[in-house]
């Protein structure tokens, strides 16, 4: 009995030591949760300078402690440091709280940076258990990303969340952004016959009012961000920012095109019809040639008519059938163009590579190691198919007599 | 002679979870690159073929372990000395698989707490199961069995609903030819998982329908099988082969990255829990093939005086194996070439072969006799 009482003791004594976990608690008062990672080049005091995006708690749930209001909802820190992990740690000299990382929603890479090169940040981003492979990757377009994240905005208590979402909804109405997560940046990095892409955002405004309160509480803000242009990469390197038709001819290519908003002529008068593209497929397949393989590009889109500002009558078929018509070669130009881009700077950010390789893997390890030269030259067919399918709540615009 | 019994079901759900244990985690065949999945799927063969010799022996000695039989086809001495050899050997795989989870879950999740505490929690309460006998740990096997295919279709369902497969990864396929899969296949995913069930060799005499075992063996392993190289599959469709190749526990990443309607997001417990379980029984299975195989070599009488022992020397083992995660994982890779090898494949062959042997000599002998008499 005494021997069973003994072994009973023992066995909870190390239940007790093992079972309570002590050493990766973590109190809610004790971290702060990151919203955002900004990071520059610097060239003194290191090589990176990290701006993080802290949310402050009781201002973004409100209640009691929020009563006045007053204070931002974030705050912005930044450090500076050889190495991103070094920069992070130092950052501590500043806050009071732990900085805690599995929910941080984007990482904004100034532009300097991504000019000479982003190779190296991804080490941290995907060895670090704290992050993880879902936060959005933007670039601060002609600007910092410590000064993009500390721009306050309207309508989302959290910067980090404005940037997001700004970048997705445009990405969705307008289709000329694109929301890239950090795991596909990183994967079309390292992989052969692609290069990343990723979206940019600017500062409209640059005040130093857009870090304060008051920015927000006017109905026309000092400072605004906006989602705008694509950046293209080369080896790492932003190598071009492309912008407006030639971004979305991009996209249209790669398929991350929901709705696009496309104004054609219409009999005299130019631009003066507005197609709202609702879906768009793009399908690529590579086929062989006699010297290289080649690229066959078919799209296929659905639109609806938007808004009609001449005596075009879009109830008529055959009006229907013109806009088709121009749609398809719309389309098709933007593709031509943003192909013609891409093959300039050398990028390819289309995957033609990955989709030779892919498809013919015999030809590819043929060009593999020149595909440098061979992407400029490469020969790409592209076949659009459009389907106008709505003209919206009236047949024929109204008359202007 | 032996007491406890487990069923068929049992046997089925241990096996199972014994095949998921490590391989879900750390990825086996990864050397086919994006056609790991497809080493894997030929490894299943494999796996089968090596049953069949376990069960050859087991036919003929279906009351013995190894141990037992390796004694009687070799003698006393030199089988007893083979026996011996085994001990350390099943030590070694279940100390193997403890520093798996005590590594990985210090590298992903409780990145503070020493992992000396994640695999002595662990190793303890296998200890504490095995102390209760082997029916115990059946039975667990058979309600985590479900527990873990309930997770891992969740986990299906929620990669398809979020859109992150993306089947254009693994193509082409066979883009190096068969060449590497082969090799993959015989030097990582035959042995590794399935020529590790040469620990089953010492359970098979628990079970009680001895008729079912063929057909409960094979099924189990193509179950297992073909569960994992879906989960390869899916993992590289979802991470690609370059992070798949890098990454210490690819389901974690591949996971962390479910993201629907941003509300079902954060899902690493399904792949944390997934380990566990598997490292559990996977730990558990050779920890107590040891147990049975010095059991039966020393005569011991009662099996639980061995069991506490047992787990502080796997622990310590454990710990000892390798000075950092890095080494261990380059110390198995070695392992799967030479160690387990030998004990899974050598060995059984040659007791088969004795096994074979002896048998044809009898019959004949038999034959013989039986002319004899007739005249």
Redesign the interface.
Known sequence: MAKRLLVVFLMLAVVCALLTGCWDRKEMDDFSIVAALGIDKVEDEGRYEVTIELINPPEVVGGKEAASGRSSTTTIYSAKGDTLVSAIRRISQQTPRETFFPYTQVIIIGEELARSGIEDIFDLLERNQEFRSTPRVLIAKDNTAKNTLSILSPLEKIPAEKLLKTSKVSGESLGETISVKVLEFGRKFTSEGIEPLASGVSIIGQSEDGQSQSNIEQTTPNSLIKSEGVALFKKGKLVRWVDREEARGILYVINKIDRAIVTLDCNQKTKALSISVTDTRTTFRAFKTERTPAIDIHVKQEAEVEEVLCEMDVADRHSILDIEKQLEEKTKQEIEKAIEIAKEENSDVFGFGEAINRERPKAWRDIKKNYEEIFPELEVNIQVDAYVIKTGMRKETYRRE | MVKEKISSGQFFALLNLFVFGTILVVGSGLDAKKDAWIAIFIGIFGGILLFMIYYYLYKLYPDLSLIGYSQKLLGKYIGGFIGLLYIPFLIYAAARDLRDVGGLIG????????SL?VS??MI?SIA?VLYKGMEVLARTAEIFWGLVIILSMLGSLFFFLSGLINI?QV??VL?FGWEPVIQAVYTQTIMFPFGEMVAFAFLLPYINNRKKVLKTGISGILVSGILITYSTFINLTV??V??VT?SQFPLL?AI??I?IMELI??LDVIAVLTLVIGVFFKTAVFYYAAIVAMADLFKVEKKEKLIFPTAIVILYTSIIIADNFPAHLDEGKFALITIFPLFAVGFPMLYCLIAFIKEKASKHKHGRTNKNTSV
Do not use: I, M, N, W
């Open positions: 590298a992903t999740v409780l990145s503070q707490t020493p505490f002595g929690l303890f504490y254009k193509l082409p883009e991470l690609g370059d992070v890098r990443s962390q990255g993201e997001e954060h």
